[in-house]
């Protein structure tokens, strides 16, 4: 494995970033001779007669919209309006209507009957049922017309959201608890109540394509490679139905995240943000417009600094993101080139003591605030080293933490075949370096005051049995990771658009590489904030003992390849004006290949000299799987319909499910297909000042592989093990414009996931070997069987409030459901002022009242724990995230 987390060396960033320039020098060179050589030879003037129209987009208030669309109908023909809500589009003769749109608005078809001047007034719409949305359609269709559950979100709803990450962005989503209490670092979602977090069921896309398409539970997360800034247009949310024909291995739901891209005018967007309390100083960044006639571009992104939520002595958070792209609009279609840069260290928010009491009440361990104080590392002591069995020295700072260098280019062409026969295809690949420090707390013990206590500068310990008002000190494993990860994406569709019909045919290829290698380190630290590291006795010892000397567990390294060839087929009926039905069919073929390296040794307990790296254990396994989905959309008018939707999905082995460190390729080889069934029945209803979406729903998922943490003597012991589950649920999004100026939201779900089947017997080598277990019956872990999240808004030409309310129901912290985990809420308020059409200046308040509750309690050995055994005692667990002010002022040109 690697001695260093990143390069830190000023050559190396020097030279990253004379990749990515370099890179987007090349597509803007290529796109000019492109762009040259269409102007000459052929020109749009050349094949159809034109006419020109403009106007001006405005809401009813009479303030402008920029960035709606227009759009001839029943063609790729578009165009948006600049800052003062202005438009212009060039359209054919022959062009009869023309569609407005803007996201949160209802839509307006208008008759063109030779005008050469519309001006639009759009109307807000409650839930913007009457929206149109792209996500998965053959035909862009109104939500109210859609058998599928689908949310949107627009950038005005995000700003009223205080996203503090690219988690947070998920909240909005009814059928989803997200915990995103990780920061930065990687999020947790469950999907509909299934049992396992990460993005195990839930995929992150972005303009079309998959962020990134492994789906595992923590890591690689797809949220470090997609980040929120001021390049977003608009995100929509599917749930269930065609989320996994959509995507691979989207069982749950999916995010699409649209990319602004260059109007026909000029427009730049400047936002500074500050947080005072985490000395957080941050740059959003967005500029874009024509380059030539039907050539266009977008480039932003934002660069930050940040201290995190708990000060640790040094910047948690720190890089950036550019996201460029150019368009260039021909007579029947486009092409548009992309690429991304990411570059940055977060810091991943673990577990921290607390006072565990059965009622559920969250309880201060003397010396520590659970309000504030947080239990990462001093910076003091992140810089370290220790030499592994092999030899190996291994040098880190865990103050690099998750580390993120990704290079990320592509392409999408879209063409008009003629005849309403349309031609797309999305390109992409990946380029990233993913090196990630990990400080996990493992237990907390009460120091030996028979021991002389040192910290690494070699000052002793005064008083060991009074340290800190506790007395206690935290293990704890240090973790390092190496990962590189390697992506090529290829969609190609086909689709026929009629007055009555869509269908489309894609293939899809996708290719995955993966090289890791890691290696753990077992310390002590002082319980207090930002602690600082503890050892025993010999002041010249080390504070770090390599995992590698007691267990194999302690180095991992593995390689491989995963190959998916997929073929996919929606139809979309419309049977009368009424009723529509959508099917869709997916089969995708899958190889991995690759290598789970074994370990030689055995541990100095046993007279060894520890472990490390040995014989590559091959695993070569190839499967297919398919989905299908049926749906009924049965609309009684323009503000009520019902719906219906069933579909067989699928949880696929993965790449990650071989190279985990407990993996079993025998077991893992001989698993039945994990099949994921889902129905549900809702109906949706809209009116100028109400909206409702609501579904209930019924999901189960068979033959699950689940990672399960039991104590030993030298640690944890990772187990994997087989489970399946079923969730009945009820999903409600509603809206209600109180007034022009008052609007309340509300999105709510409520919930019961249940096992049945979760029964396995422990290994050798932990405390309870032998012993089996039969937990099915019980509720799933950390699933909230009620969430409410309710938003009022307020908005002026000068003013705009809110105030939201986020609740979470009690919980379970474990499989074995005997320590529960109490309900809690937040509450988020902001307001801004608009000084001028270009200027405005905004202050938000993330957990106003500074609610501290756990939302996840020590999943790495509670279940085996009585509860009466340890109330009053301290313990380990994962808080929400503390009270943060943020101040941001953006300026529009």
Known sequence: ?????????????????????????????????????????????????????????????????????????????????????????????????????????????????????????????????????????????????????????????????????????????????????????????????????????????????????????????????????????????????????????????????????????????????????????????????????????????????????????????????????????????????????????????????????????????????????????????????????????????????????????????????????????????????????????????????????????????????????????????????????????????????????????????????????SSQALVTKELTHAPRLLIANDPNASAFLPVALLAPGGITQADGTENTFSIYITDELEVSDKLRIDTGFRYDHKSLKGNNFGKEGSSIFAGGAGYTIGDPVAFDESQGNWVASIGLNYKFNEGFALFARGSRGYNGLKLGDFTADAADPTALSELDTRVIRQGEVGFKYSSPSFGLFSSLIYADVNNLAKSIAIPGPSGLVSQQIFISSRTISAEIEASYKIDKNFNLRLITTIQDPEYTDLTFTANEGTFVEGQTFDWAGNTAERVPKLTADMTINYSAKKLNAFTGLRYYSKRWSTPANNVELKGFSEVYVGAGYNFSKSLNLNFNVANLFNSIQLTEGNTRGDQFVDIDTIDGTPRLGRRNLPRTFFINMTYKF
């Open 1 to 517: 494995m690697k001695t260093n987390n990143q390069p830190n060396s000023t050559s190396k960033s020097f030279l990253q970033l004379r990749i990515g320039t370099s890179t987007m020098f090349l597509l803007l060179s290529l796109l000019y001779v492109f762009n040259s050589w269409a102007s000459t030879n052929h020109s749009f003037d050349d094949v159809l007669q034109e006419s020109t129209i403009t106007g001006t987009i405005k809401d009813e208030r009479g303030e402008p919209l920029p960035g709606a669309t227009v759009q001839v109908v029943n063609t790729t023909i578009g165009s948006v309006s600049d800052f003062d809500g202005n438009y212009t589009i060039t359209i054919p003769n022959a062009a009869t209507k023309l569609l407005f749109s803007y996201s949160g608005f209802a839509q307006q078809e208008v008759l063109i009957e030779g005008k050469t001047t519309i001006d639009i007034t759009l109307i807000e719409s409650a839930l913007s049922l009457e929206e149109v949305v792209l996500t998965g359609t053959t035909n862009p269709r109104k939500k109210i017309e859609s058998s599928v559950a689908i949310s949107t979100l627009s950038v005005k709803e995000m700003e009223s959201r205080v996203i503090r990450n690219s988690a947070d962005l998920l909240k909005s989503v009814p059928g989803l608890w997200v915990e995103s209490t990780g920061g930065d670092g990687p999020g947790n979602v469950r999907v509909r109540g299934f049992p396992d977090g990460g993005y195990a069921f839930m995929g992150i896309m972005e303009d079309g394509l998959p962020v990134f398409q492994a789906g595992t539970n923590s890591i690689p997360s797809p949220d470090q490679f997609f980040k929120v800034d001021a390049t977003i247009k608009q995100s929509e949310a599917i749930r269930g139905g065609t989320a996994p024909i959509i995507m691979q291995g989207a069982a749950g739901a999916l995010v699409n995240n649209i990319t602004k891209t260059g109007g026909n005018e000029f427009e730049g967007l400047v936002k500074i943000s500050t947080s005072p309390n985490q000395d957080m100083y941050r740059l959003d960044l967005n500029l874009g417009g024509p380059i030539s006639e039907g050539l266009h571009y977008n480039i932003g992104g934002f660069l930050r600094t940040d201290d995190g939520v708990y000060d640790y002595g040094y910047a948690a958070n720190k890089g950036g993101q550019i996201k460029a792209n150019v368009v260039k609009y021909l007579d029947k279609g486009s092409i548009r080139v992309y690429t991304k840069f990411i570059h940055e260290n977060v810091n991943w928010n673990l577990t921290s003591p607390y006072i565990f009491n059965k009622n559920g009440d969250l309880g201060d361990v003397p010396g520590f605030d659970n309000k504030k104080d947080g239990a990462g590392l001093n910076g003091a002591d992140t810089q370290y080293s220790y030499t592994l069995p092999s030899g190996e020295v291994v040098e880190r700072d865990v103050q690099d933490g998750f580390y993120t260098n990704l290079i990320s280019g592509g392409f999408e062409f879209k063409h008009e075949l003629g005849n309403n026969w349309f031609f797309k295809n999305n390109f992409r690949i990946d380029d990233i370096t993913h090196n990630n420090d990990t400080d996990i707390l493992t237990d907390i013990t009460t120091l030996d005051t028979n021991n002389s206590y040192f910290y690494t500068d070699g000052t002793q310990v005064a008083d060991v049995a009074n340290l800190n008002g506790n007395g206690l000190g935290m293990g704890a494993v240090i973790i390092a990771s190496d990962n590189k990860y390697k992506n090529l994406i290829n969609r190609l569709e086909i689709s026929k658009r009629g007055d009555k019909n869509g269908l489309t045919i894609g293939l899809e290829y996708f290719k995955y590489q993966l090289e890791s290698s």
